[in-house]
């Protein structure tokens, strides 16, 4: 993910609906649409977004570079 682009985790995880909610471990790093899973770059590094649907635990990696 390289800023100033930005990437939706719906696209990733097509199962998951507007119903779930997305956290960001380090929001230094990315930040996450609470309910768009919509997830912006910051600086460089590397962070976990976390989803949450129907009870289950989703996460995804991000690693942002290019930033500096």
């Given at each position: 993910l390289h800023s100033p682009y930005t990437l939706s985790l719906?696209?990733?995880l097509p199962i998951l609906t507007?119903?779930?909610?997305?956290?960001?471990?380090?929001?230094?790093?990315?930040t996450v649409g609470v309910k768009t899973g919509v997830v912006t770059a910051v600086k460089s590094g590397?962070?976990?977004v976390t989803g949450f649907y129907k009870g289950n635990l989703y996460t995804v990696e991000?690693?942002?570079a290019g930033i500096n």
């Open positions: 719906h696209d990733a507007t119903d779930a909610t997305w956290a960001c471990a380090n929001e230094e790093i990315a590397k962070t976990t991000v690693e942002v």
